[in-house]
């Protein structure tokens, strides 16, 4: 069931907003990883994508991570993290909504590979931003594909029945 674009109705604002709460819950659970972090919220971006047309999984995915940096305490990230993430969410949404409806395994997978890509690239230059290295922030890149990596094993075949039991609503 699509929601027409650009149309703010109830039931697309609630679902925004739940979809926001879900991304930015699930990336305080993490763990750190050298200097960086694994957490679930790559999980939740994936699954957000499954279910939303690119631009609200972008809203819902950036929103609800860059709320988990501003209240994180992470609050120098945050705007980095809503056009990284945003970013992401959108195209692995375009992926797997060009092909499949994100209800195969073999583009959900490929998608996300490609969205973990743009995370680690989006990261690795904030960092380097944030440094002024090119050299330091490569101490990241492990937490950035460790994060990727669990997101894309848990979103892989749960994400398949998230989206079979949204299209039931």
Same mark, same amino acid.
Do not use: C
């Given at each position: 069931?699509?929601?027409? =674009? ?10 925004? *907003? ?14 750190? #990883? *050298?200097?960086? /972090? ?9 699954? %957000?994508?499954?279910?939303?047309? &690119? ?9 609800? /991570? ?14 980095? %993290?809503? #056009? !990284? ?31 973990? $890509? ?18 330091? &922030? $490569?101490?990241?890149?492990? *937490?950035? $594909?460790?994060?990727?990596? $669990?997101? !894309?094993? !848990?979103?892989?075949?749960? *994400?398949?029945?998230? =989206? ?6």
């Amino acid at each position: 069931m699509e929601m027409e =674009k650009n149309k703010w109705h109830v039931k697309r604002i609630v679902l925004l *907003g739940l979809l926001m709460a879900f991304n930015m819950v699930a990336t305080y659970i993490h763990v750190p #990883v *050298g200097g960086s /972090m694994m957490h679930l919220g790559t999980t939740a971006l994936f699954i %957000t994508a499954l279910i939303l047309d &690119p631009v609200d999984a972008a809203i819902a995915s950036g929103g609800g /991570m860059f709320l988990f940096d501003i209240f994180g305490g992470y609050v120098t990230y945050a705007p980095f %993290t809503l #056009v !990284i993430k945003g970013l992401m969410a959108y195209i692995v949404s375009k992926l797997v909504h060009k092909s499949g409806e994100g209800l195969s395994l073999k583009v959900n997978l490929g998608a996300y590979v490609i969205g973990g $890509i743009v995370s680690l690239v989006g990261y690795y230059f904030t960092n380097v931003f944030f440094t002024g290295s090119f050299i330091g &922030p $490569i101490s990241k890149i492990p *937490g950035s $594909i460790l994060t990727t990596t $669990i997101g !894309i094993l !848990i979103a892989l075949p749960l *994400g398949i029945q998230v =989206k079979k039991a949204y299209l039931k609503i």
